[in-house]
């Protein structure tokens, strides 16, 4: 077994590369190539949560499973509110040929799932975006907008003044030829904004559909579970929505999940699978005014692909640790 850390993670996934890797398995999603049973929480004290995602996929052939904490708390001690490791099996014999960082390639793989989302269904003069959240999800989410968008300027929203800014200070110094912003307010926030992504930790909304204007492209992010939901009923009557992969997000989405509880909306209300888009098997934006929404939840298709992507370059430049067991 090869193992691999957050370090070898880093330098062999960058975002270009995953958001590549990412597309071509949201594509095999859509076709019917993966097996993924739903994702199942474990309640480990307080808010804190553990995640078990385990699946197969065809191409690349190879399946595994993903133990990861979910700790809110984290990131106020300097750590990744997302800790764990992916462990990828070879399909000839079922050996178990690498474990590597969870928290890291979940934090990349879920941004670039943004990225291909965004590519597809965000305008192609789209130059502004609106971060909610400034956590880690921020930081890769705006990588992941510059790698699909020429991004002109970006602005962070925060519960906390001190947490905007620090973020603005940060993004700013690693993109020198952006214009960054921030500030506390969403509905002001997100006025004149191209792109919008949601990714917070909030169990209630922190968008509503009010503040939204023709033509914007949203990435929904932050909520995992059925019991948070970071955008009101507004936003998805509004928006034209696409999941990354249906099943779950009828089952998690709390957003969706409620409406369609409710008889607001119909579980067809749900247009397509991304990866359907990409293959061309279903339709994108129609229109320029058109309100895009991407939901996403994260499936383990992309850890898997993403996965086997870094073990594939590991064993090529002879990274991460080999053990026997």
Known sequence: MRVLSNADVAALLPMPQAIAVTDTV??????????M???HVVPVGGPNMMGVMSG?????????????????????????????AVVLFEPETGAAVAMMDGGLLTAIRT?????????????PDARRLTLIGTGEQAHHHLEAMRAVRPLEAVHVVGRRAERAATFAQEAAAAHPDLVV?????????????????????????????????????????GASVASKREVDDAVVQRASVWVDYRASALAQAGELVEMIASGAI??????????????????????VDEITLYRSLGVIAQDLACAHHVLSRAEAEGRGQVVAF
Request: glycine residues 14%.
């Open 26 to 35: 949201m594509r095999h999603v859509a076709s019917g190539g993966a097996q």
């Open 37 to 39: 049973p739903l994702r």
């Open 56 to 84: 197969a996929i065809g191409a690349p052939q190879c399946y595994g499973v993903k133990l990861v904490s979910l700790f809110p708390g984290n990131p106020a001690k300097g750590l990744s509110g997302h800790r764990g």
């Open 111 to 123: 941004a670039a799932a943004s990225g291909v989302a965004t590519q597809i269904l965000a305008r």
């Open 181 to 221: 912003t921030h500030g506390t307010d969403a509905q002001d926030g997100v006025k004149g904004a191209d792109i919008i992504c949601t990714v917070t930790t909030s169990k209630t909304p922190v968008l509503e559909g009010a503040w939204l204007e023709p033509g914007q492209h949203l990435n929904i992010v």
């Open 266 to 287: 119909a579980p067809d209300y749900i247009r397509a699978e991304i990866g359907a888009v990409s293959a061309g098997d279903a339709p994108g934006r129609q229109a």
